[in-house]
């Protein structure tokens, strides 16, 4: 009741300064942010939103009205959800009269981030539970082939290799399609007779078109592409069948369509995308080594900024499926989270004005424990600038040293702070030693920079 209370008037606000529900298209939430897309953003009151207690910031991207919330975003989002009567992470099924808005490689990833992210829990759970897993052996408290160690194996495994069915159910309310036929595109993908078809190398063919031949567990392309297709089909099939019969020819027609063309074009096309967008990351890291991971980890700030860091999860999807490791994202993801937080505690620390002070500390623990940043970007770091600058040093150096040790992380992170340590356990436990070194390394290095840097006498406007 409490948490309801406290963003009551936050919901009533937000959805007021936004042109009313009337107004929204779709909505959604990631970690941190509400994501509106409304019909007349000209209706959007943005400095009144951000006046709202509990908002801290704004931005747009790529038509997207984002509203930074923190941690407890899930909680605002369920009441603006009830308050508007739209369920939740649906979108609002409705043909908008107004101008089409132009193709842009932005809406190529919010269509991928609007898939994925509501996932993400079901992500984070079993990879924590692989964690577990892994941590259970090298301690010798779970034995390997043992039924405890079988049960848990599996179950961190599924949240992974039944991505084609989690992903085909996002998809389809992300693009309008119905569920069920978005989950069963998915499913045909990993089903056991067409698994073992592929394992054995045995060609199947479809009225004598060939199928392409490969592994779709753990992959999520393929199935965002298929579903994308299948909601046009889908609502060219509803306009045309009569009504007397609509309820049996709409699914009907529609797979007819999408099967051999999901198996044999889109599916195959998905597959070799997904494997050369992951293989173009491990090249640039090859290619760049250590420094392209401090580079980007120093730079991380400002693609958080932007809301590209969410088109990072289809990479580190793809990549743990394919290599069992990731190795640049996560690294310098986390190294950038506790800087942020390092140079708020400094900030803490040299601050004279009791207000500034509150606010630092209370940004730095957010940062550094749950890996939410925003508050410590928006509310201290950006508006001081040098603050920001001490981060991006230590993030380099920090970063820097990790790539030069190997870093990799070997699960899907539960959050960017102190709890997404265990993914970095290998079987040999150094790769979290030096990681931790790394963060140290980064967050003393940002700590001295900042206190240098700042001074007292530059207030927060």
């Not at 009907?252 to 369509?257: E, G, M």
């Amino acid at each position: 009741m409490a948490k309801k209370e406290r963003y009551d008037v936050l919901a009533d606000k937000v959805l007021e300064y936004i042109g009313g529900k009337e107004n929204i298209s779709f909505f959604t939430h990631c970690i941190t942010r509400l994501r509106f897309n409304l019909k007349d953003q000209s209706k959007v009151d943005v400095e009144a939103i951000e006046k709202v207690d509990g908002v801290i910031g704004t931005q747009w991207q790529s038509g997207q009205l984002q509203i930074i919330i923190g941690q407890a975003v899930g909680d605002a989002y369920a009441l603006i959800c009830e308050k508007a009567g739209l369920d939740e992470q649906e979108s609002v099924n409705e043909n908008l009269d107004g101008e089409k808005t132009k193709f842009s490689i932005g809406k190529i990833f919010d269509a991928i981030s609007g898939c994925v992210t509501p996932l993400i829990p079901l992500l984070i759970g079993a990879g924590m539970v692989k964690v577990i897993v892994l941590l259970g052996e090298m301690s010798g408290l779970i034995e390997v082939g043992t039924s405890t160690h079988t049960v848990l194996t599996f179950v961190g495994d599924s949240g992974f290799y039944f991505l084609p069915v989690f992903i085909g159910a996002t998809a389809a309310r992300k693009f309008g399609a119905n569920m069920g036929l978005g989950m069963l595109v998915g499913a045909m993908l990993i089903h056991p007779t067409f698994i073992e078809n592929v394992t054995a190398g045995e060609s199947l063919s479809l009225f004598g078109l060939p199928i392409h031949s490969a592994s779709y567990s753990s992959t999520i392309f393929p199935t965002i592409m298929a579903v994308f297709v299948m909601a046009y089909v889908e609502k060219f099939f509803a306009k045309i069948s009569p009504d007397a019969v609509r309820s049996i020819t709409e699914p009907l027609l529609t797979l007819v369509v999408m099967v051999p063309l999901t198996l044999c074009l889109i599916a195959p096309i998905g597959s070799v995308l997904g494997v050369y967008f992951s293989d173009a990351i491990v090249w640039l890291f090859e290619t760049t080594g250590f420094l392209g991971v401090a580079v980007l980890s120093a730079v991380f700030p400002f693609v958080v900024m932007t809301g590209m860091h969410t088109a990072f999860t289809p990479y580190m999807l793809q990549t743990l499926a394919t290599l069992g490791y990731e190795p640049i994202i996560c690294l310098a993801n986390v190294i950038s989270n506790f800087n942020q937080g390092a140079a708020c505690a400094a900030v803490a620390i040299r601050s004279k004005d009791v207000q500034l002070k509150s606010t630092a500390a209370s940004c730095a623990i957010t940062a550094i424990v749950g890996g939410v940043t925003e508050p410590a970007m928006y509310g201290v770091n950006l508006k001081l600038k040098k603050p920001m600058y001490g981060a991006m040093i230590g993030s380099f150096f920090g970063a820097g040293f990790a790539g030069i040790m190997g870093v990799y992380a070997y699960a899907f992170p539960g959050s960017g702070g102190i709890f997404a340590l265990p993914v970095f356990v290998s079987s040999n436990g150094m790769t979290l030693i030096w990681m931790i070194v790394g963060s140290l390394i980064g967050v003393v290095v940002t700590f001295i920079a900042t206190l240098v840097l700042y001074k007292d006498e530059e207030k927060i406007a």
